[in-house]
């Protein structure tokens, strides 16, 4: 079993940012990658949002639409870590942000049922 935990979350202004960090620990000698995902105000767990991805060896890294080329996402493997670098963040960006792990490769890495373990959430606020 995989235990993951996020921190970093907080409130910042437009414009402002942040940096979420996941920790992962337990049985971690199998994980193929993590992911970032993020649960909008009123919305439940089935429509969180995938925001990026990272595989385990940092050969790829995948990012929704909406956050390209202000998100960035890296991993410290000796640390069993990885970051979500958050940059001109907007209003819309308020969610509760999500770290999952999965312990193996899919075609549809981008959904939340891919992933086995899940952490409890960080609140991230922009406010305008």
């Known amino acids: 079993q995989v235990r993951v935990v996020e921190s970093g979350g907080g409130l910042v202004q437009a414009g402002g940012s942040l940096r979420l960090s996941c920790v992962a620990s337990g049985r971690t000698n199998n994980l193929y990658a993590f992911g970032w995902f993020r649960q909008a105000p009123g919305k439940g767990p089935k429509e969180r949002e995938f925001?990026?991805?990272?595989?385990?060896?940092?050969?790829?890294?995948d990012y929704a639409d909406a956050v390209k080329g202000r998100f960035t996402v890296s991993g410290d493997t000796a640390k069993n870590t990885v970051y979500l670098q958050m940059n001109s963040l907007k209003p819309e960006d308020t969610a509760l942000y999500y770290c999952?792990?999965?312990?193996?490769?899919?075609?549809?890495?981008?959904?939340?049922?891919?992933?086995?373990?899940w952490g409890q959430g960080t609140q991230v606020t922009v406010s305008s």
């Open positions: 999952a792990t999965t312990t193996h490769d899919s075609r549809s890495w981008y959904r939340v049922d891919e992933y086995e373990s």
């Open positions: 925001v990026a991805r990272i595989r385990w060896n940092a050969d790829r890294l």
